[in-house]
């Protein structure tokens, strides 16, 4: 991640808020506001129970990835690998999503078999892995970072942390993977080799990844476009993801046109922040990014969780969005406050 900058900001909480932040979000906010895991559900006791697997899994899942990044010391271009890593480990292992016909209708209500070849359900396996590399992962670090932008690029865990967190997130999957019967493993073995070294794969694209390695496609150190273009961006993008996603499984026939339609909006969007984002001076840029997939949440959650009976995940995509609006009015009063001492390079 990018250093982040000290003359304006000061520390204000101890390390074990952002680390607290960070677990709850990662655990609460990509579930309820996809409506993968209805509200209802999670407030009832059998719900705070599958929360804490929400904590082992996506919390310590999302810390792993800010600690990896934060030591290797990568940017948000590793990240990205990181959280698809992370997705590859929760979708096909933990729920076999990735592997299984069977959970794919189970837990997606996608047709067993629809997209499946080599042994990979890749109806499910593209839009899903984006989601959490962008979304579950990706989004929700970038919140944090925003939150608190002292810590950015610094180690959350410690020596201590770090094994801890690694042991939960292993034991919350691992618990999971052996809900199967042996038969059943057996059965997908070879499509589980696959992507545990697919997953390898990622994790050594995100060590490998120079932390200044896209600076020459960047068109200026600072953004060439302006906060709204930013905004727009994401709540088309990830709008389109989910109504894709949702509406194309069960009416497109050709799962290679939706995984056409994922790879290219999602490049896309990638493009866009690379050669418009630039390095410096772009909080509210980024924060106007997470606000425009909050606003996707909202209209998503407004829509489609009214009409499956869910109308409880809107509050939380409010919630979600209002601490985007808080960070949107202290970033704003931060920039003033830069310029009128004058530029300086040393600012983001």
Request: hydrophobic share 55%; proline share 7%; aromatic share 14%.
């Amino acid at each position: 991640m990018n250093r982040p900058s000290t003359s304006m900001v000061s520390p204000g909480h101890p390390r074990w808020v952002p680390v607290l932040v960070l677990l709850v979000f990662a655990a609460a906010f990509p579930e309820v506001l996809s409506l993968s895991t209805p509200v209802p559900e999670l407030l009832s006791p059998r719900g705070a129970v599958g929360f804490v697997t929400l904590l082992g899994m996506y919390g310590c899942g999302a810390l792993l990835v800010w600690e990896a990044a934060a030591r290797w010391g990568k940017g948000w271009l590793s990240v990205l690998p990181l959280g698809a890593a992370y997705g590859i480990a929760e979708e096909g292992f933990a729920t076999k999503t990735f592997v299984d016909p069977g959970a794919q209708f189970r837990i997606t209500q996608i047709p067993g078999g629809y997209g499946r070849a080599l042994g990979i359900e890749w109806a499910t396996f593209i839009p899903i892995d984006i989601f959490h590399a962008a979304v579950s992962i990706g989004l929700q670090l970038l919140v944090v970072a925003l939150l608190f932008p002292v810590y950015k690029g610094k180690p959350l865990l410690g020596s201590r942390g770090t094994p801890v967190v690694a042991a939960c997130f292993t034991v919350d999957i691992g618990l999971q993977f052996l809900k199967s019967d042996p038969d059943g493993i057996m059965a997908f073995l070879p499509a589980l080799l696959f992507i545990a070294a697919l997953g390898l794969g990622l994790i050594l694209l995100a060590w490998k990844i120079p932390m200044d390695g896209f600076t020459s496609v960047m068109r200026t150190p600072r953004p060439s476009a302006p906060p709204r273009q930013f905004f727009l961006v994401a709540f088309c993008w990830l709008f389109s993801l989910l109504f894709v996603y949702i509406i194309g499984s069960h009416s497109v026939a050709y799962w290679e046109v939706l995984g056409a339609f994922y790879i290219l909006s999602s490049g896309l969007v990638l493009y866009f922040l690379l050669t418009r984002a630039g390095w410096k001076e772009n909080r509210l840029h980024q924060t106007a990014f997470a606000m425009g997939m909050g606003a996707a949440f909202l209209l998503w959650d407004a829509v489609f969780g009214t009409l499956i009976g869910d109308g409880l995940s809107v509050p939380f995509a409010i919630v979600f969005l209002l601490l985007l609006v808080y960070v949107w009015r202290r970033e704003g009063i931060n920039l003033a406050t830069r310029l009128s001492l004058g530029p300086s390079d040393h600012l983001e």
